[in-house]
């Protein structure tokens, strides 16, 4: 019984009706004393609202349970995307309830306005859906679901506590890579940015000989065979298969740099899956490297179907590391771990010429044994302020500095491609779509 009344006191909140009655019957009594012909007008008025309350602390606590509610949550959130979240409720009520809702969602998002009102008649259930967008890989914890009930009279509210706690781990854009592979099946890449890209001449990988049918290339016409056999015969060419990708991820400090709330090594986690997931479904192998003052994970090229799997567990426990790359045991680890000529994509942040000649003798090591791409970052905050107007004095100087840093940028480009360096400077929300315009590019030229 005691537990009973102290559940009844804890639960039971005032709404501004009641306050709003109260009010009214305080200034009908203080007006009385001024008015006699008031009469028993603000004991009648008192009393009406006493009674009220009592009814309506009667229809809602006549159930033990009137409302029933539950979160629907996939069981891992994708990171840097909008997760849909849903709240199924249910009312048990004989009459129409006023429900407002609060989800407790993790503190990561230090969003304090998760409520939402809703009426439901008897019986009726509803699901409400709102979204979420973590920016931050890790584990995120989910509370209660408190649901706050009132009647028509609306003078109370009656709370119920819903035990949903639940931690959910947010994983590299598993949803952003669906997209890509969905798109890639449909033959809609075109859609979302990437080129349909020319091939240039033939495979070098050979299939079989063919008779000639209208619409064939008459360059690859196999005039031995069609000696032979009285007929036109051509050689038939398949795309190149199991081909090599590795994404190498820097983790130094230089990736800890935030835009629209992820940092710039989240941008390349999710282009490698995606760009890990798109070299699968075109029948290459994909592989990982991760480093920075030392060496961090290391995943064979592969294939088989669960490797995908793998490569996404890996890029879920990845963190930034604050000390600077070391460029040389990079080198020693593609020499040690990639046993044929590879596609090396290499994410990095590369923000001065005096930053890149430190690593530049070792990135031309890398490039004469494998096909090299370094992907770097523009500082779109200094483009923005190079392209603005000047105004003053202060902004002048500014935007100087500023064109000084973007021209840099270029400059770079410049450099690593007289050395024979393939590179891609793009802005972070353009990151996947220009790697993967890059990489189709490379098959279609057969350069691997």
């Not at 450099?415 to 972070?428: C, K, R, V, W, Y």
């Amino acid at each position: 019984m005691k537990t009973f009344f102290a559940n009844f006191y804890k639960n039971l909140f005032l709404n501004r009706r009641l306050f709003a009655g109260m009010g009214i019957a305080a200034l009908l009594f203080l007006l009385a004393f001024f008015l006699p012909w008031l009469g028993i007008v603000p004991f009648i008025f008192f009393y009406t609202l006493v009674l009220l309350v009592i009814i309506d602390l009667w229809v809602l606590y006549s159930l033990k349970q009137g409302v029933e509610s539950h979160r629907e949550a996939p069981d891992k959130l994708s990171n840097g995307d909008e997760n849909e979240i849903g709240i199924a409720i249910k009312s048990f009520y004989t009459f129409n309830v006023k429900a407002g809702i609060i989800d407790e969602i993790p503190y990561q998002f230090q969003k304090r306005d998760v409520w939402f009102n809703t009426t439901l008649k008897n019986q009726q259930q509803q699901l409400i859906k709102y979204s979420l967008r973590p920016t931050k890989r890790g584990e995120y914890e989910f509370g209660n679901l408190l649901v706050y009930v009132s009647s028509p009279l609306g003078l109370i509210s009656r709370r119920y506590i819903f035990q949903q706690a639940r931690t959910l781990p947010v994983y590299p854009s598993f949803l952003q890579m669906r997209k890509y592979e969905l798109m890639a099946a449909s033959n809609r890449l075109n859609e979302i940015g990437i080129k349909k890209i020319r091939r240039i001449g033939n495979s070098a990988e050979f299939e079989q000989i063919k008779n000639y049918v209208a619409g064939d290339d008459y360059r690859t016409i196999n005039w031995k065979a069609t000696a032979r056999k009285g007929q036109f015969m051509v050689n038939s060419y398949i795309e190149e298969k199991s081909q090599h990708v590795y994404c190498v991820i820097d983790k130094s400090r230089v990736m800890k740099m935030p835009f629209e709330g992820l940092s710039l090594l989240d941008y390349a986690i999710n282009a490698s899956l995606v760009l890990s997931s798109v070299a699968l479904y075109k029948e290459d192998k994909a592989g990982l490297i991760t480093i920075s003052d030392k060496k961090g994970a290391v995943i064979p090229a592969d294939n088989r179907p669960a490797h995908l799997n793998k490569i996404m567990e890996v890029l879920y426990r990845e963190k930034t590391r604050y000390l600077e790359t070391n460029i040389e045991l990079l080198y020693n680890t593609i020499r040690h771990t990639l046993k044929q000529r590879s596609l090396v994509v290499y994410f990095t942040n590369i923000e001065s010429l005096s930053a890149l000649k430190r690593q530049l003798p070792f990135l031309k090591q890398i490039s004469k044994f494998h096909l090299l791409l370094v992907v770097f970052f523009e500082n779109t905050s200094l483009k923005e302020m190079s392209e603005g107007p000047a105004t003053d004095v202060a902004s002048i100087y500014t935007k100087t500095i500023a064109d000084k840093f973007v021209y840099e940028k270029k400059q770079i480009v410049k450099e690593l491609n007289s050395h024979g360096i393939q590179s891609i400077l793009t802005a972070p929300q353009n990151l996947t779509v220009n790697t993967i315009n890059t990489y189709f590019k490379i098959k279609a030229a057969q350069k691997i």
